[in-house]
T-cell receptor, first 114, second 113 residues
């Protein structure tokens, strides 16, 4: 089955720790995205990548980092510099960079900082 | 910059009622417009989309028409079911080399049997 997988589904972190969220896709899509979802605020873009070894900051990149070493993988690291990291994180991919392209979403990772 | 405004929620309807969820947008050029649905505890799924003015997107009984004159993309369904209970997001993607989705805040729909 083609799709996007995110792991883990639930993640708990102590304050001051970095944590990495996994995102893998086997759709052969060029572009990948990370969003953060908070109650009542919709989705906000953290980072996106339109090609391997290249990525751009989204609207709320502070305290986060990413890498895109392989086409199918786009891990997100939540660093200790992120002031309020507790949220639901969604990864997405799209076939290309076009504005008509549909983004396909993974099931999400819920991060809780203890 | 780009923005999407959705009507305030939550919305509660009885089964077989008519549904309208309003969505208006601000964008430069001619964006593509999307409706996504999120079921409890899951990621988002594309419900429908329209890529140019006057296009109608449709899926699973839901419809939305891209109205450039009113900058709107309202979602409608003639008869909702309990299984339609979810959060609905309106989104746009602008033209440009680095296009990305801008989402509305989402609205929760609950359908009672």
């Amino acid at each position: 089955d083609g799709g996007i997988t995110q792991s883990p589904k639930y993640l708990f972190r102590k304050e001051g720790q970095n944590v990495t969220l996994s995102c893998e896709q086997n759709l052969n899509h060029d572009a990948m995205y990370w969003y953060r979802q908070d109650p009542g605020q919709g989705l906000r873009l953290i980072y996106y990548s339109q090609i391997v070894n290249d990525f751009q900051k989204g609207d709320i990149a502070e305290g986060y980092s990413v890498s895109r070493e392989k086409k199918e993988s786009f891990p997100l690291t939540v660093t200790s510099a992120q002031k309020n990291p507790t949220a639901f994180y969604l990864c997405a991919s799209s076939p290309g960079r076009g504005y008509t392209d549909t983004q396909y979403f993974g099931p999400g990772t819920r991060l809780t900082v203890l | 910059g780009d923005s999407v405004t959705q009507m305030e929620g939550p919305v509660t309807l009885s089964e077989e009622a008519f549904l309208t969820i309003n969505c208006t947008y601000t964008a430069t050029g001619y964006p593509s417009l999307f409706w996504y649905v999120q079921y409890p505890g899951e990621g988002l799924q594309l419900l429908l989309k329209a890529t140019k003015a006057d296009d109608k997107g449709s899926n699973k009984g839901f419809e939305a028409t891209y109205r450039k004159e009113t900058t709107s993309f309202h979602l409608e369904k003639g008869s909702v079911q309990v299984s339609d209970s979810a959060v609905y997001f309106c989104a746009l993607s602008s033209t440009g080399a680095n296009s990305k989705l801008t989402f509305g805040k989402g609205i929760t729909l609950s359908v009672r049997p």
